[in-house]
C-alpha cells in the first residue's frame, strides 16, 4: 500500500532475489527476473504467477527486463 507503506502481499515463486522488474503498462502485469535465473510474469490483480522462462541456457542472471512500446516483453 504507497499510502500507509504496509505490506498487502507477497508473490511467492522464486527462489533466490529478484534482479529486475517491470511493469507492463496493456494489463498491469509484473515481469520479475531472478538469480534462479527464471523471467517471471505476474498478474498482480489475481496475485498469481501467470508463466515462467526458464532462463538458465543464457547462462547469467535476468539483470534487466525491457518492456517495448507494444507491451511485449524484449
Given at each position: 500500500?504507497t499510502?500507509?507503506l504496509?505490506?498487502v502481499?507477497t508473490?511467492?515463486?522464486h527462489?533466490s532475489?529478484v534482479l529486475?522488474?517491470?511493469i507492463?503498462?496493456?494489463d498491469?502485469?509484473?515481469?520479475?527476473?531472478?538469480?534462479?535465473?527464471t523471467?517471471?510474469?505476474?498478474?498482480?490483480?489475481?496475485?498469481?504467477e501467470?508463466?515462467?522462462?526458464?532462463?538458465?541456457s543464457q547462462g547469467?542472471?535476468?539483470t534487466?527486463?525491457?518492456i517495448?512500446v507494444k507491451?511485449?516483453?524484449?
Amino acid at each position: 500500500n504507497t499510502t500507509t507503506l504496509q505490506l498487502v502481499s507477497t508473490l511467492t515463486g522464486h527462489t533466490s532475489r529478484v534482479l529486475a522488474l517491470a511493469i507492463r503498462s496493456i494489463d498491469g502485469h509484473l515481469i520479475t527476473g531472478s538469480e534462479d535465473k527464471t523471467i517471471r510474469e505476474w498478474d498482480l490483480q489475481a496475485l498469481n504467477e501467470l508463466k515462467t522462462i526458464d532462463y538458465v541456457s543464457q547462462g547469467a542472471y535476468p539483470t534487466s527486463l525491457l518492456i517495448n512500446v507494444k507491451d511485449k516483453l524484449i
